[in-house]
């Protein structure tokens, strides 16, 4: 099966804005539960963005209003846009794909498919 790839990720400013788009055409088209998660070394991998099949959402609370998720099906990709970026946005990001067509909740215990990741840096 073709692998989620992550790419958009690198430095940004505070307030500032960044897009993180995952290549998903294996998913995309499919019914599945996309994701995005980001990890900081030796903290838990937190939920970030869900998406379901039929496109609806649940977002972490320290992004809400801040970050969209969105299901590109042209292109393929699921994205992340991310606005009004603070130092603690810095982590990993990584897209995911679960088995089901629903996203309940954000744990990352669900997912089964998972990208390489790609940083994310924010300073002020």
């Known amino acids: 099966q073709v692998p989620l790839v992550e790419s958009g990720g690198g430095s940004g400013r505070s307030g500032g804005s960044l897009r993180l788009s995952c290549a998903a055409s294996g998913y995309i088209h499919s019914d599945h539960c996309l994701g995005w998660f980001r990890q900081v070394p030796g903290k838990e991998r937190e939920g970030v963005a869900v998406?379901?099949?039929?496109?609806?959402?649940l977002y972490g609370d320290t992004v809400k209003g801040r970050f969209t998720v969105s299901r590109e099906n042209a292109e393929n990709s699921l994205v992340l846009q991310m606005d009004s970026l603070t130092p603690e946005d810095t982590a990993m990001y990584f897209c995911?794909?679960?088995?089901?067509?629903?996203?309940?909740?954000?744990?990352?215990?669900?997912?089964?498919?998972w990208g390489q990741g790609t940083q994310v840096t924010v300073s002020s």
């Open positions: 998406i379901s099949a039929y496109g609806w959402t």
């Open positions: 995911a794909a679960r088995e089901f067509a629903t996203c309940p909740d954000l744990g990352a215990s669900t997912f089964a498919y």
